[in-house]
């Protein structure tokens, strides 16, 4: 089922995630920022909401790598495996952050947050799948909204480091 969106531009974006965007040069992308009625907080219900795969959506999440917060995009119809993530950092333990780190970290509560724009400094793993598409979708810093960007871009303006993280198929 596709939800009516309201092409919001920068009012339906938070508004710290707004500015974010304006000092990245993306303008143009933030105008496409889309805002639905209903939250898009999962994957399943932005992919549902939007009208797109759900491959499409780019999830930005936090985990603890030796307890120092890192942010792994993901798409949505995959799963992070987390042993892959730790080899990737070199970690001894990584571990899925909670709901106060994940605020403390990025500046936005979990379903809303976005894939860069964040309060702080923190490392950044895109993983390859993002890539196989021509557009993807991701969190604009509220859980009601959400902007296109290429995932060539998205990688750039997140300062990513391409990998391999997510969970094998058995």
């Known amino acids: 089922m596709t939800t009516t969106a309201t092409d919001t531009g920068a009012s ?3 508004p710290r995630f707004a500015e974010a965007m304006r000092a990245l040069g993306l303008a143009d992308v933030l105008a496409r920022t889309r805002r639905f009625p209903e939250a898009t907080r999962t994957a399943a219900e932005a992919a549902a909401a939007i009208g797109c795969e ?3 959506i780019c999830k930005s999440l936090v985990f603890a790598a030796d307890g120092v917060p890192v942010l792994v995009l993901m798409d949505g119809a995959s799963r992070v495996d987390v042993e892959r993530v730790r080899e990737e950092l070199g970690a001894g333990k990584v571990t899925r952050a909670d709901a106060g780190v994940v605020r403390e970290t990025t500046g936005y509560a979990i379903g809303g947050v976005p894939p860069f724009g964040h309060r702080t400094r923190t490392r950044v793993l895109a ?4 890539l196989a598409h021509d557009m993807v979708w991701a969190a604009a810093g509220t859980p009601y909204t959400v902007f296109p960007i290429e995932p060539a871009a998205l990688v750039t303006h997140a300062g990513a480091a391409v990998v391999d993280v997510r969970e094998r198929s058995a």
């Open 54 to 56: 759900l491959s499409q």
């Open 12 to 14: 339906g974006a938070n």
């Open 127 to 130: 993983d390859r799948s993002l």
